[in-house]
């Protein structure tokens, strides 16, 4: 069954002057214009295609891939604003509008925005709000410690930037995690989950969790360590700020990294300094 505002595989039924008509199921005949047809598509060939409607509520087929489908969340910019709502650019040729009901503050143009794509009920069209926290869940259980996840960077905080997790939850990559690398808003990466904590909330990183990962951190410390006459001035008690200067990495990995070397006999460790054996 072919779905409004999501991408859906149909058949090409019937080859006009200004298209194609594929073969919608329970929506009908959509249109495919010219502009968005491939140069040698032909009647009974299958494509790939979004379908959403035109300015005069059409239903419209285009192989242009939007920002965000249907049920899935993305940071977008703001390019007008009328007595009706905002208007978000998405990536198609019309653009995304978010009422003034689903708006947490009045957007204003050229912000950018983090929103989540919906089916309104009453004139069921492609719609966006602001207010996502209503479709998310509230908290991470049933997330894996050490799995890779798809995050969208949403938000800059004082402790970090706030993240969708999966399309899923919130999620925060802590700033000393970061080794004072900034991230874009609005993008989508991959990163891993560090932990969900018992209240629910989750820690990430963009480095995989573990010991079997810290081979070339822990190969960086003995080749210092080697380098300084077998001696460092360093420990788990000093302050991230020392240990990322010298190590490029957060205090956690180089807790982890030097527990790895003292576990296989390779330091020795103090309060105040590690030493080569």
Same mark, same amino acid.
């Given at each position: ?117 919906? +089916?309104?009920?009453?004139? /069921? !069209?492609?719609?966006?709000?602001? %207010? =996502?926290?209503?479709? #998310?869940?509230?908290? &991470? ?47 989508? +990466?991959?990163?891993?989950? /560090? !932990?969900?904590?018992?209240?629910? %909330? =989750?820690?990430?990183? #963009?480095?995989?969790? &573990? ?59 103090? %309060?105040?300094?590690?030493? #080569?054996?």
């Amino acid at each position: 069954m072919a779905t409004l505002g999501s991408f859906n595989t149909l058949t090409v039924i019937k080859s006009v002057e200004f298209g194609f008509y594929l073969d919608g199921q329970d929506l009908g005949d959509i249109l495919l214009p010219n502009r968005y047809a491939p140069k040698d598509l032909q009647v009974d060939d299958q494509l790939d295609v979004f379908i959403f409607l035109d300015s005069e509520d059409r239903l419209i087929a285009t192989t242009q891939r939007p920002r965000a489908a249907v049920g899935e969340f993305a940071f977008l910019n703001c390019v007008d604003v009328n007595s009706v709502g905002a208007f978000l650019d998405w990536g198609l040729p019309k653009d995304l509008m978010v009422p003034f009901s689903e708006q947490r503050q009045k957007m204003q143009p050229n912000n950018g925005y983090v929103v989540f794509v919906y +089916i309104d009920k009453v004139d /069921q !069209r492609i719609t966006a709000t602001a %207010k =996502v926290n209503k479709h #998310l869940a509230e908290s &991470g259980v049933g997330l894996q410690s050490g799995a890779e996840a798809k995050l969208l960077v949403a938000e800059k905080t004082d402790l970090g930037y706030k993240c969708i997790v999966n399309n899923h939850c919130w999620g925060m990559i802590f700033d000393n995690d970061l080794n004072g690398e900034q991230l874009k808003l609005g993008k989508r +990466i991959k990163g891993f989950i /560090q !932990r969900v904590r018992p209240d629910g %909330k =989750v820690d990430l990183s #963009l480095r995989k969790q &573990g010991y079997e990962t810290l081979g070339p951190l822990a190969e960086k410390i003995l080749q210092a360590l080697s380098e300084n006459k077998g001696y460092m001035a360093i420990s788990d008690k000093s302050s991230p700020d020392v240990i990322r200067s010298l190590f490029k990495c957060s205090k956690r990995e180089f807790k982890m990294a030097i527990g790895s070397l003292y576990k296989s006999k390779k330091i020795e460790l103090d %309060k105040t300094f590690i030493r #080569l054996l």
